[in-house]
């Protein structure tokens, strides 16, 4: 597509309940990152998908954060037994492979989770 | 000491006026800077890419010293539409994963 499609673009959810959360990267951009932004703060990466190699997982905050890349394409966040410090908002982000030219990410509208 | 710093300001100038941010890094093995910018609400933008001889888009002019391991932003001529949150991100070594710098919001008023 033209850009990155992230859907919903709002979820409230109740403490508990598990959440996913989607993300279409860029056509054409085999790298993938999903950030989080609390109110006020800025970006916290959680994890990175590139190609076909093992996902870095480095930043995911728990083991209730899950990520899985389909098809090299689409991504699902996946946050299991939602706690209110789990609200904030979900950023998808795409780049072409490292190493070429146009490393810059471009980022989706995100997803604004809240959990009530 | 965090990966990728700068001060969160607020910067509040007047129209027509320069502003400069800088944005310090931890990593010397870093490899691609870039400066974004973020709407309130909104997603981040990128505003341009940074380049070892620095690089200039119309009002906006970035530098890189790599000696220092700071990259800076300046601003001429400010418009009321340059109020935003302006980030700092380096992709640091092989696995390039961004790193973003906290922002720093700038005001411009008339």
């Known amino acids: 597509g033209a850009g990155v499609s992230q859907s919903p673009s709002n979820k409230v959810t109740e403490k508990g309940k598990d959440v996913e959360l989607r993300c279409d990267p860029i056509?054409?951009?085999?790298?993938l990152y999903w950030y989080r932004q609390s109110l006020g703060q800025g970006l916290e990466f959680l994890i990175y998908?590139?190609?076909?190699?093992?996902?870095?997982k480095s930043g995911l905050p728990s083991d209730r954060f899950s990520a899985e890349r389909t098809g090299g394409s689409v991504s699902t966040l996946t946050i299991q037994r939602t706690q209110q410090e789990d609200s904030a908002v979900y950023l998808c982000?795409?780049?072409?492979?490292?190493?070429?030219?146009?490393?810059?990410?471009?980022f989706g509208q995100g997803t604004r989770l809240t959990v009530v | 000491r965090k990966e990728v710093e700068q001060d969160p300001g607020p910067f509040n100038v007047p129209e027509g006026a320069t502003v400069a941010f800088n944005c310090t890094y931890s990593n010397s093995a870093s490899q691609s800077f870039f400066w974004y910018r973020q709407d309130c609400r909104k997603e981040p933008k990128l505003l341009m890419s940074?380049?070892?001889s620095g690089n200039e888009d119309g009002r906006f002019t970035a530098q890189l010293n790599r000696a220092s391991q700071y990259i800076s932003l300046l601003i001429r001529d400010s418009k009321l539409s340059d109020s935003a949150t302006y980030l700092c991100v380096v992709n640091s070594g092989g696995s390039y994963i961004p790193t973003f710098g906290r922002g720093t919001s700038l005001i411009v008023h008339p």
């Open positions: 982000a795409s780049s072409f492979p490292p190493g070429t030219a146009n490393t810059e990410a471009f």
């Open positions: 940074v380049y070892s």
């Open positions: 998908f590139q190609g076909n190699s093992a996902p870095d």
């Open positions: 056509s054409g951009h085999t790298a």
